[in-house]
């Protein structure tokens, strides 16, 4: 049975903030500063991100018992899922849809989240 731990969604939060902030800096940086195109910008973020997320959750939202080797194995599988689904909504909001970057990456990060919160709790940590 799939339930939700609802005392570590605050956790989880948090954990999403800062790793966002990390993603977005890195995105922005590369798409505003170096002209990077914004798909693959948002990718370079997101991996970076990623990072910052891994160790969050693992050590502060879940208080993980997993071994590493175990526990980042899926974590690159649920962050991989994720990145193609942050880079999809990105590419059709800002390409198709005409969004501008920020709204476009709000609406993939958005997403992505609840992907990611249900997928870390039921497979990573």
Do not use: C, D, K
């Not at 995105?27 to 990718?43: I, K, Y």
């Not at 071994?67 to 909504?89: A, E, K, P």
Request: glycine residues 10%; aromatic residues 18%; positive net charge.
């Amino acid at each position: 049975m799939f339930t939700i731990n609802l005392q570590n969604v605050p956790r989880f939060f948090i954990a999403g903030a800062l790793s966002t902030a990390m993603h977005y800096a890195v995105l922005f940086g590369l798409f505003n500063g170096l002209g990077v195109e914004l798909v693959l910008a948002t990718s370079f973020g997101a991996l970076a991100g990623a990072i910052v997320n891994y160790y969050i959750n693992y050590f502060y939202t879940f208080n993980s018992q997993r071994q590493h080797m175990r526990s980042v194995g899926t974590f690159v599988l649920v962050v991989g899922m994720g990145l193609l689904i942050n880079g999809s909504v990105v590419g059709l909001a800002f390409h198709v849809l005409g969004m501008p970057a920020l709204f476009a990456q709000l609406s993939a990060t958005l997403i992505t989240f609840f992907w990611n919160y249900l997928a870390h709790q039921r497979w990573t940590f």
